[in-house]
């Protein structure tokens, strides 16, 4: 058997939430083995360069069952500079390599991460086949607050209405709504003084939204250069933020949703309740593979 230093690992990178190639969100999908070491781990992420890399290794006996049986998977989240513990769009890029790259058996598979175990399905949704539907935790409260002046003036939006805002403290998340979508789609944030600023409230992601047209219920930005990353191009687990915030305003617990960053993506939710708290959500959408390949370390 080679040694771990000549190891080839196959390797998929998928659009993730995107309605055609080259939308969504990216990210790599490394098929391990074995585990590896964290510095590892973070050289590949380094390597790819994309918002997230996911490594997976399935947990089983190797004598009774292979990739195709495997029911339960170790998941490990990086981005370019450090680990995250959740990823909304890389989780369900792994699960699209899953279900349909390495043709899993099952329609049900455990992901076992540094925040818990997240069940995996893949189902038919609104007489189309293969999503898949994930459940993630949800911040259950939101504040009513004003953003700081000197936020509003970075991002752009002192001259503009804002209908109301939002800050979610647990994921340090502010939500602004806008009036229109072309106020939304013509915003240009300034973010090296964004950077650049103090700020009274901690702050790791602004998202603005506006209620949707006759296909969307709302559409949003996320803005997030405090994580390493100006525009996120499509944020699962922030859109479980945007519909607590639109919840009450729509007066209904299911949106399809649009995120207007360059690349464009899609994905569709639903509040869930799980012992009488409203603090989980679903994940529905599919993934696109645009390469695969294999890495060497």
Known sequence: MNSISSQKIPFYQVDAFAPKPFSGNPAAVFLCDEALTDEQYLNIAREMYLPETTFLRPLFDAKKENWQTATLFEVRWFMVNEETNLCGHATLAAAHVIFEEIKSIHTEVTFRTRSGNLLIRKEDFEGEANYIKMQFPVEESFENRI??????????????????????????????????????????????????NKYQIPIKKVGITTKGNSKYDFISRLFCPWIGINEDALSAVSHGLFAKYWQPQLNKNTFFAYQASKRGGEIHLQLLKENGKNNQVLLIGKGITTLEGNGRI
């Open 147 to 196: 953003p700081e002046a000197n936020l509003l003036k970075s991002l752009g939006v002192e001259n503009q209405k804002i209908n109301s805002s939002v800050y979610f403290p647990i994921k340090q998340t502010w939500i602004l709504e806008f009036e229109s979508q072309e106020e939304l789609e013509n915003l240009k944030p300034n973010f090296e003084e964004i950077i650049k």
